[in-house]
């Protein structure tokens, strides 16, 4: 059973540009959740959705950050017009329907703003 | 809001010694759960182990046991028989029971196993 894959593993932007980050989460599970972790950090909320569905944003900042989890295909982070600050590791997980207290995690993606 | 607290930013052991990482926690609620993950160097986050508030028994696997004080709101991670592999960043991680089951995370402990 594949675990949590996130994709690319390392994305390099230029300020200005936009990032897609990428998570497909385990097979059966139907719950995805986005952390942002920062150099010396721990990993910090970002959005959980369900299928189709938006559940909590509130870690998301307001402007250039959304996210998706479409009826088919990955689950999407998208950040527009990236600036320095955006350099972190995001990491994804994923959990099942019957019992969301426990997620697992992908291996992140490590984005590098330039 | 829920905080998690790791005061101890770097921790070291010998090898096949015990360690302990502390956590504590700061929360209204009376349901929910706690967790500890480990993430090696390779940075991916693996789950160690879980506690539910409701249960007073402490999580054990393996060589990882936890010691859970409700009341305290203390959340502290034993390491027996520390191993090499054990070299790796802890986090400890708190989630309402009930809510949107969002992690809080606290900043972390590196611990770092001596030969």
């Known amino acids: 059973n594949a675990g949590v894959m996130q994709n690319p593993r390392h994305l390099v932007r230029r300020r200005g540009q936009e990032a897609r980050l990428r998570c497909s989460p385990m097979k059966g599970h139907s719950h995805v959740y986005w952390y942002r972790q920062l150099p010396e950090e721990g990993l910090k909320f970002m959005v959980y959705l369900q299928k189709e569905n938006i559940i909590d944003e509130s870690g998301m900042p307001k402007e250039r950050f959304s996210a998706e989890f479409p009826k088919e295909g990955p689950s999407i982070l998208r950040i527009q017009q990236v600036v320095r600050g955006d350099s972190a590791a995001y990491f994804c997980a994923s959990s099942p329907l019957v019992r969301t207290d426990t997620q697992y995690f992908g291996p992140g993606t490590r984005l590098t703003v330039l | 809001a829920q905080t998690v607290t790791q005061s101890q930013p770097e921790m070291s052991v010998q090898e096949a010694e015990t360690v302990t990482l502390s956590c504590t926690y700061d929360?209204?609620?009376?349901?929910?759960?706690l967790f500890w993950y480990k993430q090696p160097p390779s940075r991916q986050m693996i789950l160690v182990i879980r506690q539910e508030a409701y249960k007073q028994q402490n999580a054990t696997e393996n060589r990882f046991s936890v010691n859970f004080q409700k009341a305290a709101k203390s959340f502290s991670l034993k390491i027996s028989d520390s191993q090499l592999g054990d070299t790796a960043m802890y986090f400890c991680a708190f989630m309402m029971q009930g809510g949107s089951e969002k992690l809080v995370f606290g900043k972390g402990t590196k611990l770092t196993v001596n030969p």
């Open positions: 929360t209204s609620e009376n349901n929910y759960y």
